[in-house]
DNA sequence: GCGTGTCGATCGATCGATCGATAGCATAGG
DNA sequence: CCTATGCTATCGATCGATCGATCGACACGC
């Protein structure tokens, strides 16, 4: 990608996640970037394209990055204290993907919105397994798995809505306390969460 | 309130929620309340004074509910049940305003922004010192409370965005099923939860 | 006749997108 | 060595469409 082409991108993931998809306008697109609004159009097709480009390749990573989490290890309970690591700094250190990918698939048209929300489904699943296992193992307390899924998936996504790099909490300690959070809501049991060293690791 | 009055505002959560405050026109929005787009300005003064209306009349309620729900308990343990319950209650029950309240703070101008984070400031301040409280009579157990609560609310206010009220679960159960998360998100103690007969109630 | 409601027509501004033109830089042909 | 050719990158000007908002006019009930 040729330097202009990357700030273009940058660009929009901080305006998209600033001002939203439909609040951007292309002119000042082309202002945050340095070119013109017509030279804006070497670089990417449609307003559209470029958002579809920045949510598919912010998905794609997190879904590479759960794989590789989960493959790490073969007990659920540290697959899961290594999703919710990976998870939590993504969304910490990657606050403006993250924002964009969650706020605008709603501002996509049906068939580009297709392909980002099977995206979100492939990383979804991720999670759905790790917790099925590990309540298969023995390993976790959950009542209503699904539910349970969704109320960790919202709590761990949330810190791309607050968490400040700048601020006195480091980017391990954050997800420390989160992975310490999780296992309580799942129910991890205190032998397995004192065994698991894999988890704080 | 008149009738047409009425169908503006709705129409207007409607679309505020689906497509955001600035994917939504003026016309889209007259057509969805079965006026003329000159009609529409009888009713409201400009967009944005719409888009405040609605934000500052919901965050308003949910002010007072939860300063209802803490007024009703003088148990740590059972205020936070009640905040749970009626947080994620409120959440699941009209996504619409709590969508449009989460999403497009960004939309406002800095005047109007100022009202509504007081707002949301003023309601989180009612979950502070509620946790504040239960760990002081030590019957909960946070390691760090400023980010138990970030995650908490973040937990909760996630429903607004998958819950189906036409689907399986029922309001209550979904409650249900929160305050229990959040007791053992936030280390409510063994004894404390059975005792509570308010939190669950 | 006067306040309340309603609308078609239209305002200036801005939207996303395209146009043709230009400048720089490489490489190939003589 | 020179210049012809072609490709990448850039931009000012401008397109038709739509934006939020306003106007004056008309209808109805009190």
Redesign the pocket.
Known sequence: M?P??ERVRQAALELFAERGF?G???????ERA??????????M????DLLVALMTSSLERLVGDAEAAVAGSDDPVGQLGALVRMHVTAHAARPLETRVGDHEVEALSPPAREVVVALRDRYEQVWQRVLADGQAAGVLDLEHPALARRALLEMCSGVARWFDQAGPLSLADLADHYVALACRLLGVSRATRRGGAVISA
């Open positions: 040729t202009t082409g439909h951007t306008g292309i002119r000042q697109l082309a340095g070119v013109s609004s017509a030279s804006l159009y070497h670089y097709g449609t307003k559209e």
